[in-house]
């Protein structure tokens, strides 16, 4: 991952620590490649949502080519993902789909094309060995990897291009660029997922959450008990879910999905008896509401008389038929 650069257009601040959605761009980039064996970052040391491999290229600032080589150095898997530190929108499905085709296919590279057409290098999946030989072979020809554009590489290796989903490869060179991507987080369609990935990465968490098992529980809660059951009862099934935690991932997920079952059921038992009392009620005698017994008669008689007669008035305590 290449987190360095000047960010000239950013005035000179430190790009890959700007915050979109309570996250670095760094962090959201981290968390779309959660599954690599091993994360190498080339730029200068910062606190990251998960241990990485730091690199440098020499000098600082020295391009893309160069970082990309420094990065290249700690690598040792056969094939390399590699990612610019600026984009927001990136997800781990498109990382997978990156790395799927590069192993079905025997093309040395697979690069996303954005929706306008353009190659995205830094968007990409590679050989390794083939993408050492380029950067050395680039080397050798210009005498360094200083300045140079990252299309020299690219034009030299057998790629396959796919294209990638609207968003994922959008990054951030501008103020104008951040802006659009702090609003797009916030649309309504959004909202949720972003908010439980910046919680679950604040948290530490890798576990797929089902929101709208969570968002169905809360709402039988709140409806079937009371407003505030819902938070408190979301709490309950996460700690109980939480006592599966050491068999893995998709455990802790089975026992969410369990216990949110239960809870909900729960819920609609305690709402049924509620509503059973006040049906009980509301077909029940209840007195003043019949021929007889204190109430409200209606008769013109002034006052308090008991028994049958022409009635109590409006205040009147007696028993007079209406």
């Given at each position: 991952m290449l987190a360095g650069g000047a960010a000239r257009?950013?005035?000179?601040?430190?790009?890959?620590?700007?915050?979109?959605?309570?996250?670095?761009?760094?962090?959201r980039v981290l968390g779309a490649c959660r599954g690599a064996g091993r994360t190498v970052v080339v730029g200068g040391r910062r606190a990251t949502v998960r241990p990485v491999v730091w690199a440098r290229e020499e000098p600082p600032g020295s391009g893309p080519l160069a970082a990309l080589a420094a990065g290249v150095r700690h690598v040792e898997a056969d094939t390399v993902v590699v990612l610019s530190g600026d984009l927001p929108f990136l997800q781990d499905g498109g990382v997978r789909?990156?790395?799927?085709?590069?192993?079905?296919?025997?093309?040395?590279?697979?690069?996303?094309?954005?929706?306008?057409?353009?190659?995205?290098?830094?968007?990409?999946?590679?050989?390794?060995?083939?993408?050492?030989?380029?950067?050395?072979?680039?080397?050798?020809?210009?005498?360094?990897?200083?300045?140079?554009?990252?299309?020299?590489?690219?034009?030299?290796?057998?790629?396959?291009?796919?294209?990638?989903?609207?968003?994922a490869s959008f990054d951030c060179d501008t103020w104008e660029d951040i802006a659009t991507a702090r609003a797009a987080i916030r649309e309504h369609g959004n909202v949720l997922d972003e908010w439980i990935t910046a919680v679950k990465d604040e948290l530490g968490i890798d576990l797929d959450v089902d929101t709208g098992v969570l968002l169905d529980l809360a709402r039988d809660a709140a409806h079937g008990v009371a407003r505030p059951a819902a938070p408190l009862t979301t709490?309950?099934?996460?700690?109980?879910?939480?006592?599966?935690?050491?068999?893995?991932p998709e455990a802790v997920s089975q026992?969410?999905?369990?216990?949110?079952?239960?809870?909900?059921?729960?819920?609609?038992?305690?709402?049924?008896?509620a509503d059973g009392a006040t049906g009980r009620a509301a077909g029940?005698?209840?007195?003043g509401d019949g021929d007889t017994g204190p109430g409200n008669g209606t008769g013109p008689g002034p006052g308090n008389?008991?028994?049958?007669g022409p009635g109590d008035g409006d205040t009147g305590g007696g028993t007079g038929r209406r």
């Open positions: 257009r950013l005035g000179g601040v430190d790009k890959p620590g700007v915050s979109v959605g309570g996250r670095t761009l760094l962090d789909q990156l790395a799927g085709a590069l192993a079905d296919g025997d093309a040395e590279g697979v690069l996303s094309v954005d929706p306008d057409g353009r190659d995205q290098p830094l968007v990409a999946a590679y050989r390794t060995e083939p993408l050492r030989r380029e950067l050395a072979l680039l080397a050798t020809e210009h005498g360094n990897l200083t300045g140079l554009p990252l299309r020299l590489l690219v034009r030299e290796l057998r790629l396959l291009r796919i294209p990638s989903a609207p968003l709490f309950l099934v996460g700690y109980a879910a939480a006592t599966a935690a050491g068999n893995g026992a969410v999905a369990d216990a949110a079952r239960r809870a909900s059921a729960l819920a609609g038992r305690w709402a049924a008896e029940s005698d209840v007195p008389g008991p028994g049958d």
